[in-house]
Every structure is written in structure tokens, then in C-alpha cells.
């Protein structure tokens, strides 16, 4: 049986959200310009000691802008292009290649009530979520 992507990715979907993922995409050149703009401020209004203190309060003002920006996983998931889709498919293949399914639900059930192929799928989804998309992944609330 051909592996169906729309099974496959409702299938991702559903282990990411028992697990509560949630990613981060790291935003470091909004946050290094806001530094380098507060910087240059402090710069133009108190000299040399402005830029120290523009430099510091833009680094803190820049961390804080572009930390906890977390979005579930699963909609991250969906969101994918194509092309990505397929990609997660393929690594897919090679865990829940050897199950028989009709559809998403029957693959669900099947991957549901075998702990390490739920392990091993969570396992490449972090992975290809951290490696290839190089977010931050937390769990839970």
C-alpha cells in the first residue's frame, strides 16, 4: 500500500499534540537589529558610554522581543509546504513502513498502541523539527 501522506502527516500531527510539542523559531536578525539600532542611539546621545548602555539595553530588549514566540507543532506541521510534507513522509516511511492501514485513524490507532514506534516517530520529528527548521522544541503546557 502506497503511504498516503494526508494519513501520515494527521498521524505527526496527532503525536505532537499528546505530547503538547511546541516550537520557537530562533529570530536573531530582528533581534540583532534592535540592538544595534538601540546601540546607535545610545551612541548619538551619550558618546562612547551611550553605546555601551545602548548596546546592553538593545541585547535585553532584542532577547525579550524574540523569546517564547512557541507555536504548537502540530500547526507548524501543517503549514509545511509540500515539499516538506514529503520530506517528514519519507523519513516516516522508514518506522511505519511494515503497518497496513485504510486510513488515518486505522494508521492513529495502530501507531498509538505501540510505545516505541511512537517513540521512534517523536524521536525524527524532533530531529527534523531542530536540524532542518532549526527551531527550539518544549513539551507540555
Not at 498521524?11 to 523559531?25: D, G, H, N, T, V
Not at 529570530?27 to 542611539?41: D, K, P, Q
Not at 501543517?78 to 510534507?85: A, F, G, K
Amino acid at each position: 500500500m502506497p503511504i498516503e501522506v494526508d494519513d501520515v502527516m494527521k498521524l505527526l500531527c496527532s503525536i505532537s499534540q499528546e505530547r503538547k510539542m511546541k516550537a520557537a523559531f530562533k529570530h536573531s536578525v530582528r533581534g540583532a537589529l534592535v540592538t544595534g539600532t538601540v546601540a546607535l542611539l545610545g551612541g548619538l546621545v551619550g558618546g562612547p558610554p551611550g553605546i555601551a548602555l545602548g548596546g546592553t539595553v538593545g541585547g535585553l530588549l532584542g532577547a525579550w522581543m524574540t523569546s517564547g514566540q512557541f507555536k504548537p507543532v502540530p500547526q507548524i506541521l501543517m503549514e509545511l509546504p509540500p515539499v516538506e510534507q514529503q520530506k517528514l513522509v519519507n523519513e516516516a516511511k522508514a518506522i511505519i513502513g511494515n503497518l497496513d492501514w485504510t486510513d488515518a485513524i486505522e494508521l492513529i490507532a495502530l501507531v498509538m498502541s505501540n510505545q516505541a514506534m511512537q517513540q521512534n516517530l517523536l524521536d525524527m520529528l524532533t530531529t527534523y523539527m531542530t536540524k532542518k527548521l532549526g527551531a527550539e522544541i518544549c513539551y507540555g503546557d
